[in-house]
């Protein structure tokens, strides 16, 4: 039975979904539910199985165990072709004697579509991505970000519900890495279908996703909006995956979490004995040592332009804390001592 959920459609839902390679299991029971129109991104390292999970979700690998759901209909056995989804590669693959239009026409020959309204089509396509007056061009006339906006083009010109993105800036300098990030989003808003995204750059899934799932060896370790995952990860995994992280070793007690001899922490029920400790650097603040706070020894101090990056070390443990370069003195000086504080908020015990 078809349903749509959202508006537009583009609901998928995975249960139990499994998948071996020989002997070898790459996913292991995923479950995920990513809602209609949602910019929705895979992160997690190489070989974890993003590109597995896509082929799933798109029709390029079968369904053995566990199932791919898309607005209610289950996709076991349905064709590539016949689901509501297309894909972007990574390798975008454009053809090299067609021209960018003919490139984007490409999928409607497939479909049931006049000339008249391939064309129209073909031409709203090209607008969204900004390309317009670039129909007659050849790809080899194209930039890297050019091209990887026909690619682009090329799938939204077939109307899919869900696009699915394989990491689709990975061939692309950091700069247009980032011009197309803002593009891609403010591209997302305008067709308001549901993007599967998948990245191993940290960066970009908290930047462009609604909500991102952190992969590790086949399982999903977390899922959430940006910043939960961030500053609340479920794991030193997840945490260390998203950014810098301090991870310090604690012990927690009836009275609190100790971190060198200071509570720096409440207990939480059920948290008693080892654990660690994280803070990201740029909750660490620097101020003058005193009796009964944490101290460390200030081990380097690397100017970085917009902040500071000061290498820390904590009783046998190495902190990193990144100030503002706001115009304040700074409190480190090479060589010498800080006190740190720690606000509650800004630590997670997590277990060790
Ligand atoms: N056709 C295949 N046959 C056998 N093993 C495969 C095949 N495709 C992928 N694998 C293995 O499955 C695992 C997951 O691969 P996958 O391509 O999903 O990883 P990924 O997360 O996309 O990594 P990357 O970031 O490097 O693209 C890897 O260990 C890979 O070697
Ligand atoms: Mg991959």
Not at 154 to 172: I, N, Y
Not at 272 to 293: D, F, I, M, N
Request: charged share 25%; net charge negative.
């Amino acid at each position: 039975m078809a349903d749509d959920r959202g508006a537009g459609g583009g609901h998928i839902e995975l249960s139990g979904l499994s998948k071996w390679y020989g002997q070898q299991q790459v996913l292991d029971n995923i479950e995920l539910v990513i809602e209609s129109g949602e910019f929705f991104s895979l992160l997690g390292p190489s070989g974890c199985g993003k590109t597995t999970t896509l082929r799933l979700i798109g029709g390029f690998e079968d369904i053995e165990h566990g199932s791919v759901r898309i607005d209610g209909v289950d996709m076991r056995g349905v064709p590539a072709e016949k689901r509501p989804v297309n894909t972007v590669f990574q390798s975008y693959a454009l053809f090299p004697h067609k021209s960018v239009a003919d490139n984007v026409a490409f999928g409607l020959r497939f479909q049931d579509c006049t000339k008249a309204e391939a064309k129209r089509r073909v031409g709203e396509a090209l607008e969204l991505v900004r390309l317009n007056g670039f129909e007659s061009r050849k790809p080899h006339q194209l930039s890297g970000g050019q091209q990887q906006r026909v690619a682009l083009a090329r799938s939204l010109v077939l109307r899919p519900k869900v696009l699915l993105l394989d990491e689709p800036l990975g061939a692309l300098d950091a700069k247009l890495r980032r011009v197309l990030q803002v593009e891609l989003r403010s591209l997302h808003r305008e067709v308001g279908i549901t993007f599967v995204y998948v990245t191993h750059d940290q960066e970009e899934a908290l930047t462009m996703s609604d909500r991102l799932a952190v992969m590790n060896t086949g399982r999903i370790e977390q899922v959430g909006v940006p910043r939960e995952v961030y500053d609340e990860p479920c794991s030193t995994y997840v945490a260390d995956f998203l950014g810098l992280a301090n991870l310090l070793p604690a012990e927690a007690d009836d009275r609190g979490v100790q971190l060198l001899g200071v509570e720096v922490a409440t207990a939480t029920e059920g948290t008693r004995g080892p654990c660690t400790v994280l803070v990201r650097p740029e909750r660490v603040t620097l101020v003058a040592p005193a009796e009964g706070q944490l101290r460390a020894r200030v081990e380097h101090v690397v100017f970085a332009g917009a902040a500071t990056h000061i290498h820390l070390q904590v009783g046998s443990s190495a902190l990193q804390a990144v100030v503002p370069n706001d115009g304040a003195a700074l409190a480190a000086v090479e060589g010498g001592e800080v006190g740190l504080r720690l606000a509650p908020d800004a630590l997670r015990v997590l277990p060790a």
